[in-house]
């Protein structure tokens, strides 16, 4: 059974640090492709970062050096390290399992950047 289950998520004040941790089963996780994507309320899902099978690492133009994305192959699991948080990064984030057959997504995980 393919399940991607992000976790790392919750309530934060602006300029604290979060990681988020994606981790997955059910497919051969080295041969994908991980992004993390976010969808603010109201707004579109947009993607945030990505790292290739082989480790290659693209970032959204907001992310600005503060987003890092990563992936351990013996864990199966992705992480996106987010440093200074802002109020304008409260968003459902959610992680993203892509090859050339299928794309696969997992449930979110909420971060709320408040004071």
């Known amino acids: 059974q393919v399940q991607l289950v992000e976790s790392g998520g919750g309530l934060v004040q602006p300029g604290e640090s979060l990681r988020l941790s994606c981790a997955t089963s059910?497919?051969?996780?080295?041969?994908?492709?991980m992004t993390w994507h976010r969808q603010a309320p109201g707004k579109q899902r947009e993607l945030v970062a990505q790292?290739?099978?082989?480790?290659?690492?693209n970032y959204a133009d907001f992310v600005k050096g503060r987003f890092t994305i990563s992936r351990d192959n013996a864990k199966k699991t992705v992480y996106l390290q987010i440093s200074s948080l802002k109020p304008e990064d409260t968003a459902v984030y959610y992680c993203?399992?892509?090859?050339?057959?299928?794309?696969?997504w997992g449930q979110g995980t909420q971060v709320t950047v408040s004071s």
């Open positions: 993203n399992a892509q090859n050339e057959w299928r794309t696969l």
């Open positions: 059910g497919f051969h996780f080295s041969n994908y492709a």
């Open positions: 790292i290739t099978s082989s480790g290659t690492t």
